[in-house]
Structure formats: C-alpha cells, structure tokens
C-alpha cells in the first residue's frame, strides 16, 4: 500500500464545524462541511436541463445564486434554517427564502465564504488567474 492509502485507510473522515461571528448577530452562526455526494445532491437540484432542437444535444444550466443558496443551508447548523417555526416568525417558505431575508449581501457573502471555505473551495479565482500568467 502507499502512503496515502495508508492515512485513508487510519483517517476518520467526517465533518468539521466552524463558528462564524456575522455583524450585528450577537452569537455566531455554526457551519459544518459536507461530502462530495451532498454537493453533487445539491447541484443536481439547481440544474436545468435544456435540449437544442438543431443540433439535438443536451445543454445543462447550473443556477448559481440558488445553488449557493442551498448550499449555505446545508451547512448551517446554527441557526436552523429549515426551522418551520423560525420561517413562520419571518412570514416566509422554505430556508432559501429565510436566509435572504434575514441577512443583507455583505452579511450573506460572509457566511457564504465561510461555507466555501469549510468545505475547501479556498483557491480564489484570481489567484489562479495570476499564477497561470507566471
């Protein structure tokens, strides 16, 4: 066996959680990471699918906000945004609609970094862009 075959094979896998201070909450919001197969769940759920009728092919549109959207309440563990209760006391549906009411963008980008960063989606695009450039 190699080495790393070796480490997965002592390795615990599992989630991680952070806590994230958000201006003006007086407590932080709590997020965890999630597997590949969730995202994949998740991005699955925000895609359309469109065929061309002239060239016959299959033409997959992903939509971003709503995918970072669900992404964000997937892994928020405090507060629980699925929370019927919490939803009715904001007069809205569902947890995608909850987090856009209660947060405003700056407050939203935040959290949704965090969430980026949690689950390894850390390398900024414009870093790449650079080093591609070197």
């Given amino acids: 066996m190699g080495k790393l075959q070796d480490f997965l094979m002592e390795a615990q896998i599992g989630t991680t959680q952070t806590e994230v201070q958000i ?18 769940a998740i991005r699955k759920t925000c895609q359309k699918i469109e065929f061309d009728k002239k060239t ?3 033409r997959i549109d992903t939509d971003t906000d709503l995918y970072n959207a669900r992404l964000v309440v997937a892994c928020c563990v ?3 945004l699925k ?14 609609d909850l ?3 209660i947060l ?3 407050q939203y ?3 949704l970094l965090a969430v980026q960063e949690i689950n390894g989606f850390t390398d900024d695009v414009n870093d790449l862009r650079d080093e591609a450039k070197n």
């Avoid at 201006?23 to 994949?40: G, L």
């Fill in 104 to 106: 405003n963008p700056g």
């Fill in 78 to 80: 405090e507060p629980n």
């Fill in 83 to 96: 929370d019927a209760a919490l939803q009715e006391k904001y007069g809205v549906r569902g947890a995608e």
């Fill in 56 to 58: 016959r092919q299959k």
């Fill in 109 to 111: 980008t935040d959290l």
């Fill in 99 to 101: 987090i856009n009411l």
């Fill in 23 to 40: 201006a003006p909450f007086p407590y932080p919001f709590i997020v965890k990471s999630i597997t590949e197969a969730e995202n994949k």
